[in-house]
């Protein structure tokens, strides 16, 4: 299957009109500024799914490659797809948690971060490197982290041939296990920056050395190419349609529902890369009702879904409980854009948002986007309470999953059962958790996860405890002028 842009195409000769998988994942911008997108989605309907009813994870997710056709070898996918026998259950990697009649948990934690960012950035990281090698290139990849796409970057890349990463956080802008999780991993080929600031001054950073005259020069005659492990990366995104299918065979095997019978997915959404996917199922014919879409106070996804402007014209990001859902350009929007309204649309929107940090959609097509998705937001108040109030029925999540349940309160028409896709283990927001249980907080991460093991008599991950006895390797602490010759030293 090829890719096409997002934008369309301006002809321009660095500009295929249509690219490979492989393509669309090394690729560079694509015209306008656009991004890559399949040019058409298979069709993974029932039939797909009865086949597929008693598939284990991998098998699954070799059929759903399959369906797209990706111009990778076989030993390449494998390779790829075997990382999932490393997350807690080989045989189910992706475990399907009850919390009541309705109500389930689709657990995308349970890899080696334990963030869902591990189920497409392991795999990712794989393709990438086996592309690399292949093509006989070297690679940089660039990412600026609040906490948990760095980690998960780091640990799928590190050691991998042709490929060097560049993390950079801001220092007192992650969980300690965040922080640690990045500064403690041993590699030739990682560097790790914290950079003094918070979140933002480290993505400025990241954009400043994109446009550097000096830095392209640099990775020229060094012959390094640029990549991004970002999540707007198609090599990512398909890795996300998977686990949606999957929970929801998981849901037939648990005889919770019929095969066919529809249910609503429920997800805390930042740049809406995990959303994307549950959409892209829906339309290739999984039977899901609607997607919900929580958001935190950082609520531009939730104006978008209702009330048909995307805008934040006078709006700046606030701090909140669910740190990850901090955004407010969710760039994977985008995709959805072009499925619904088509390239032209798609660039005068995505234009006037560049310019304005604003655009409209007009009535009808408002009404087409809510025939997919319905959304609200979670404020930091109602989030420790659903922690809480899941707690007591037995279920302990961490604060984003925690924000799904509003929508699920909210949300629904219909009285359909619910899948929340549940993106990070309590372990890396345990400050925000303890608190939330009643669990004292205590001074750090590690105190932290200690009441809180006590309290919930649930087991600290291995992963986790083994990080705060770990040698500390990476300790440059800078101010964000400095990145470029921290960086050119790096390479
Ligand atoms: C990345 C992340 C999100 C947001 O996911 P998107 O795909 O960017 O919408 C939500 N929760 C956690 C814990 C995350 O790490």
């Not at 992706?94 to 960012?117: C, H, M, N, Q, W």
């Not at 349609?241 to 065979?249: K, M, N, R, T, V």
């Not at 999953?401 to 890396?428: F, G």
């Amino acid at each position: 299957m090829k890719f096409i842009e997002t934008r369309g195409n301006d002809s321009q000769p660095h500009h295929p009109l249509k690219v490979e998988f492989s393509g669309a994942i090394l690729g560079p911008i694509a015209s306008y500024g656009g991004i890559y997108v399949p040019e058409h989605l298979p069709d993974l309907g029932l039939e797909f799914l009865n086949k597929h009813r008693d598939s284990p994870y991998k098998q699954l997710a070799k059929a759903v490659l399959g369906a797209f056709e990706i111009d990778l070898d076989e030993s390449v996918i494998d390779e790829a797809l075997s990382l999932y026998d490393e997350f807690d259950d080989a045989n189910n990697p992706v475990p399907l948690a009850k919390i009541s009649d309705d109500l389930f948990v689709s657990e995308l934690y349970r890899g080696p971060t334990r963030a869902f960012k591990d189920m497409a950035l392991q795999p990712f990281g794989v393709l990438l490197s086996a592309l690399a090698r292949q093509r006989d290139e070297d690679y940089l990849i660039l990412a600026a982290t609040s906490g948990d796409t760095g980690p998960a970057a780091l640990e799928t890349f590190k050691n991998k041939e042709r490929v060097r990463v560049a993390c950079m956080f801001p220092e007192g802008g992650t969980s300690d296990v965040q922080r640690l999780q990045m500064i403690t991993e041993d590699a030739d080929n990682l560097k790790v920056i914290g950079i003094k600031g918070v979140f933002d001054d480290a993505q400025i950073a990241l954009k400043q050395l994109l446009g550097s005259q000096q830095f392209k020069e640099t990775l020229k005659a060094k012959k390094i190419h640029l990549s991004a492990a970002n999540s707007v990366n198609f090599g990512r995104i398909i890795f996300q349609i998977i686990y949606h299918i999957h929970a929801y065979l998981e849901m037939v095997r648990q005889a919770e529902i019929t095969m066919g019978t529809r249910i609503y997915l429920a997800v805390p959404s930042g740049n809406f890369g995990n959303a994307l996917g549950g959409y892209y199922a829906l339309k290739m014919g999984l039977p899901v009702e609607k997607i919900l879409i929580s958001t935190n106070k950082n609520n531009v996804l939730a104006q978008l879904i209702n009330h048909g402007r995307y805008d934040f014209r006078d709006t700046e990001v606030v701090a909140t409980l669910s740190p990850a859902m901090d955004i407010l350009k969710a760039s994977n929007v985008e995709r959805v854009l072009f499925d619904l309204y088509g390239a032209k649309r798609t660039r005068e929107m995505m234009q006037q948002l560049d310019e304005e940090r604003f655009y409209e959609l007009t009535e009808s097509e408002h009404q087409q986007l809510r025939e997919f998705f319905a959304a609200d937001e979670c404020d930091d108040e109602e989030t420790t309470r659903y922690v809480r109030n899941c707690f007591e029925q037995g279920y302990l999540m961490d604060p984003h999953t925690a924000t799904c349940i509003k929508v699920y309160d909210s949300c629904r028409s219909k009285p359909l059962k619910t899948v929340i896709t549940s993106t990070a283990e309590w372990t890396k927001f345990s400050m925000t958790t303890a608190e939330a249980i009643g669990a004292d907080g205590g001074d750090g991460d590690l105190q932290a996860l200690k009441n809180i093991s006590a309290k919930a008599e649930i087991d600290i991950p291995e992963q986790i405890e083994a990080l705060f006895k770990k040698p500390i390797i990476h300790k440059t602490l800078i101010n964000k002028e400095d990145i470029e010759k921290t960086i050119i030293s790096f390479l």
